[in-house]
């Protein structure tokens, strides 16, 4: 009977793949995180809300390394990725999309996503310039690549298209498209659904599921669209005023007497 109860168990990894360990971040005066911790199990998505200024967007640059804690560490896969600089923590597996899309907007769409591969090569200048034979392998490789993330993102209409004249919500699957090229382990989304029509939301809610399913890529969502958050993520976090105020499922965190009290007292509500 015990056994039984057990294999029904779900499935937890002993080590998260991300952990957050106290991290506080200070601006001059101000506290923007206050001692945070938490974990991202391995092929969760994990949402991230708050009400405004409750430092979700500083704690996604934590997480980008574009912000230094001053206090508390980061760990993916157990290591500490607070050493590593912003630009290299691709090459450990952690992608990001921004909030305003951050594209090339003279490159076409397909150039955009051949930037995103960059993570994963491993020529250089004078192997490149010469043509080698490995770079001309790994050129098909990244060909290849790239057409089947265009194909997965429905993007192969527009892979030619110059990034700048197209819709906000094209363009904002460029950038996913970009992340994903990297093949993260982690990817992390900035307010995806930010200037979304209702029905892009939908279908954007399908398409971050399906990547998780289909690609093991474990997501972390900072979003303000709870509809979203609440349809999507396996576990949440939310934040108040730099703290964690409460963690666990959509349903839990929804009905968590301090977020409702939170979201009443701000202008999300
Ligand atoms: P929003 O939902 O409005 O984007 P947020 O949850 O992302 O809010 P943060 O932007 O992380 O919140 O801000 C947390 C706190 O830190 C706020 O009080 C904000 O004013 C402050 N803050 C954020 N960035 C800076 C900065 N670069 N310099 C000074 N204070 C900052």
Same mark, same amino acid.
């Not at 971040?25 to 974990?39: E, K, M, P, R, T």
């Not at 990034?163 to 992340?179: D, I, M, N, S």
């Not at 399913?213 to 997501?219: A, Y």
């Given at each position: 009977?015990?056994? %039984?109860?057990?294999?029904?168990?779900?499935?937890?990894?002993?080590?998260?793949?991300? =952990?957050?360990?106290?991290?506080?971040?200070?601006?001059? &005066?101000?506290?923007?995180?206050?001692?945070? $911790?938490?974990?991202?199990?391995?092929?969760?998505?994990?949402?991230?809300?708050?009400?405004?200024?409750?430092?979700?967007?500083?704690?996604?640059?934590?997480?980008?390394? !574009?912000?230094?804690?001053?206090?508390?560490?980061?760990?993916?896969?157990?290591? $500490?990725?607070?050493?590593?600089?912003?630009?290299?923590? $691709?090459?450990? &597996?952690?992608? +990001?999309?921004?909030?305003?899309? %951050?594209?090339?907007?003279?490159?076409?769409?397909?150039?955009?996503?051949?930037?995103?591969?960059?993570?994963?090569?491993?020529?250089?200048?004078?192997?490149?310039?010469?043509?080698?034979?490995?770079? #001309?392998?790994?050129? %098909?490789?990244?060909? #290849?690549?790239?057409?089947?993330?265009?194909?997965?993102?429905?993007?192969?209409?527009?892979?030619?298209?110059?990034? %700048?004249?197209?819709?906000?919500?094209?363009?904002? +699957?460029?950038?996913?498209?970009?992340?994903?090229? =990297?093949?993260?382990?982690?990817? /992390? !989304?900035?307010?995806?659904?930010?200037? /979304?029509?209702?029905?892009?939301?939908?279908? !954007?809610?399908? /398409?971050? +599921?399906?990547? #998780?399913?289909?690609?093991?890529?474990?997501?972390?969502?900072?979003?303000?669209?709870?509809?979203?958050?609440? $349809?999507?993520?396996?576990?949440?976090?939310?934040?108040?005023?730099?703290?964690?105020?409460?963690?666990?499922?959509?349903?839990?965190?929804?009905?968590?007497?301090?977020?409702?009290?939170?979201?009443? &007292?701000?202008?999300?509500?």
């Amino acid at each position: 009977m015990m056994q %039984a109860q057990l294999a029904q168990a779900p499935a937890m990894s002993a080590t998260p793949l991300l =952990a957050v360990r106290d991290v506080s971040v200070v601006f001059g &005066g101000i506290i923007a995180l206050n001692g945070v $911790s938490f974990d991202m199990q391995k092929g969760h998505i994990l949402g991230l809300i708050g009400p405004n200024g409750a430092g979700k967007t500083t704690l996604f640059n934590c997480l980008s390394r !574009l912000y230094q804690p001053s206090k508390g560490d980061i760990l993916l896969e157990g290591e $500490s990725i607070l050493k590593r600089p912003a630009h290299k923590i $691709s090459e450990i &597996g952690i992608g +990001r999309t921004f909030q305003n899309v %951050a594209l090339f907007p003279n490159l076409t769409v397909r150039d955009n996503v051949r930037v995103g591969t960059h993570a994963r090569t491993n020529s250089d200048i004078i192997s490149d310039s010469l043509k080698l034979p490995w770079v #001309r392998r790994g050129e %098909a490789d990244i060909n #290849r690549r790239v057409d089947d993330i265009l194909t997965y993102l429905d993007l192969h209409s527009v892979a030619d298209t110059v990034v %700048a004249g197209l819709p906000f919500g094209t363009q904002k +699957r460029v950038e996913l498209a970009r992340a994903l090229a =990297a093949e993260p382990k982690i990817l /992390l !989304l900035d307010e995806p659904a930010g200037g /979304l029509n209702h029905e892009e939301v939908y279908i !954007l809610g399908d /398409l971050i +599921r399906r990547i #998780r399913d289909d690609r093991g890529v474990t997501v972390l969502l900072v979003e303000h669209h709870m509809g979203l958050v609440m $349809s999507i993520a396996d576990h949440v976090v939310a934040l108040n005023f730099g703290k964690k105020l409460a963690e666990g499922t959509p349903t839990q965190v929804q009905n968590d007497p301090e977020v409702i009290k939170a979201y009443l &007292g701000s202008k999300d509500s």
